[in-house]
T-cell receptor
Framework: DAGVIQSPRHEVTEMGQEVTLRCKPI?????LFWYRQTMMRGLELLIY????????DSGMPEDRFSAKMPNASFSTLKIQPSEPRDSAVYFC??????????FGPGTRLTVT | DQQVKQNSPSLSVQEGRISILNCDYT??????FLWYKKYPAEGPTFLIS?????DKNEDGRFTVFLNKSAKHLSLHIVPSQPGDSAVYFC????????????FGSGTQLTVLP
């Protein structure tokens, strides 16, 4: 298995632009999680899906952030418009039932 | 309010010795605990876990101890190897069909050759 796949690995964009991060979970996993890692706040959960349905989005910082999971093999995290304070590493993780989560390699986002 | 705390941001240990990483939690409802290891430019990798019904779980060089009364868990690595140098995160979760994890801030372990 290829593991959790995220794209792009690096994204540099200007303030105000739309950013879309992509994630392909491990096949057969039924839960998907989006995290953000910053120096100040560490690893924080943004949103998670169970069987493609958003369950808890209380970690999404603002309305500028949105996430979708149109099917079991794909999810997106969109930031529109982006701001410099959104600069961070964004991780996607997937999970089968109630077992451990498997993380992707992350997307390093820089907003200038 | 940090529900999972790792109070030591860094730890240095000599190769061959024991590494002990500590973690404290405040929510007594947490029933499952995990340790993840993270290398630079990679995502966290699952290392070992323990259910709240146990007080010890061992996997090779890695052992996790859970003290529920003290709300404390620790990860022991014996013997430590230079390849163990990484950031270690502890995480805790509640029962449920999807285990939502609450992470500590991480401890940078450096194993000196």
């Amino acid at each position: 298995d290829a593991g959790v796949i995220q794209s792009p690995r690096h994204e540099v964009t200007e303030m105000g632009q739309e950013v879309t991060l992509r994630c392909k979970p491990i096949s057969g996993h039924n839960s998907l999680f989006w995290y953000r890692q910053t120096m100040m706040r560490g690893l924080e959960l943004l949103i998670y899906f169970n069987n493609n349905v958003p369950i808890d989005d209380s970690g999404m910082p603002e309305d500028r952030f949105s996430a979708k999971m149109p099917n079991a093999s794909f999810s997106t995290l969109k930031i529109q418009p982006s701001e410099p304070r959104d600069s961070a590493v964004y991780f996607c993780a997937s999970q089968m039932l109630a077992h451990e989560q498997y993380f992707g390699p992350g997307t390093r986002l820089t907003v200038t | 309010d940090q529900q999972v705390k790792q109070n030591s941001p860094s730890l240095s240990v000599q190769e061959g010795r024991i590494s002990i990483l500590n973690c404290d939690y405040t929510n007594s409802m947490f029933d499952y605990f995990l340790w993840y290891k993270k290398y630079p430019a990679e995502g966290p990798t699952f290392l070992i876990s323990i259910s709240s019904i146990k007080d010890k779980n061992e996997d090779g060089r890695f052992t996790v101890f859970l003290n529920k009364s003290a709300k404390h868990l620790s990860l022991h690595i014996v013997p430590s190897q230079p390849g163990d140098s990484a950031v270690y995160f502890c995480a805790a979760s509640l029962s449920g069909s999807a285990r939502q994890l609450t992470f500590g801030s991480g401890t940078q372990l450096t194993v000196l050759p």
